[in-house]
């Protein structure tokens, strides 16, 4: 299957900083990434749909001026956490979906933790 | 939207017996169901998706069925190994959009 690479895996930030995480597709070209978000003993909630070249989309109750989201290129979108609080740290990850393998299949990213303290 | 609710929350079961997961989805558009296994500090893994057009699908040791009129499907784990222990998350999607379910723990004890 398709490999889809988050970058850094892990991460820890002070309080009031900004955060950048990175979600790679690494051989095939996604215009569609998704950010998700999972607190301990969760499930995933999607937060925002990454669409490249346009704005992304968010979820209800999702603040897109504190999670801002880039996909500047078909293979590249980034999450940035901006003005980090304690009630951010969670498990992000991004998954991206490939036209040429069919509309609904899925790859996941491997998760980043971020700590903030 | 769509809301997935999956059963149970956890699971224990001796190694070598089956180990059956239930999930039921709200928006009968939904027309694509994958379950993922998780494991601890990792990102979700797809183990088996099925198409609303497809009843049942079966990959080795793992099946699914879907019952569109039920609005209901599930994941079937025979011959369960240690291996197989982790978090297993159902999901529905219409528009490459994945609803998730609420997550089953599995343990499987040797």
């Known amino acids: 299957g398709a490999v889809v690479s988050q970058h850094p895996s892990w991460v820890i930030c002070k309080s009031g900083t900004s955060v950048k995480i990175e979600c790679r597709s690494l051989d095939f070209q996604a215009t569609t990434m998704f950010w998700y978000r999972q607190f301990p003993k969760q499930s995933l909630m999607l937060m925002a749909t990454?669409?490249?070249?346009?704005?992304?989309?968010?979820e209800q109750g999702v603040e897109k001026d504190k999670f801002l989201i880039n996909h500047a290129s078909l293979t590249l979108s980034t999450l940035t956490v901006t003005s980090a609080h304690p009630e951010d740290s969670s498990f992000y990850i991004c998954?991206?979906?490939?036209?040429?393998?069919?509309?609904?299949?899925?790859?996941f990213g491997q998760g980043t933790r971020l700590t903030v303290v | 939207g769509e809301n997935v609710e999956q059963h149970p929350s956890t699971l224990s079961v001796q190694e070598g017996d089956s180990a059956v997961i239930k999930c039921t989805y709200s928006?009968?558009?939904?027309?694509?169901f994958p379950w993922y296994k998780q494991e601890l500090g990792k990102g979700p893994q797809l183990i088996i998706d099925i198409r609303s057009n497809v009843g049942e699908k079966k990959d080795q040791r793992i099946a699914v069925t879907l019952n569109k009129t039920a609005k209901h499907f599930s994941l079937h784990i025979t011959e369960t190994q240690p291996e197989d222990s982790a978090v297993y998350f159902c999901a529905a999607s219409l528009t490459n959009k994945l609803i998730f379910g609420t997550g089953t723990l599995l343990a499987v004890q040797p």
């Open positions: 928006d009968s558009a939904s027309n694509y």
């Open positions: 990454s669409n490249e070249g346009s704005k992304a989309t968010y």
């Open positions: 998954s991206a979906n490939t036209q040429g393998w069919s509309n609904t299949e899925a790859f």
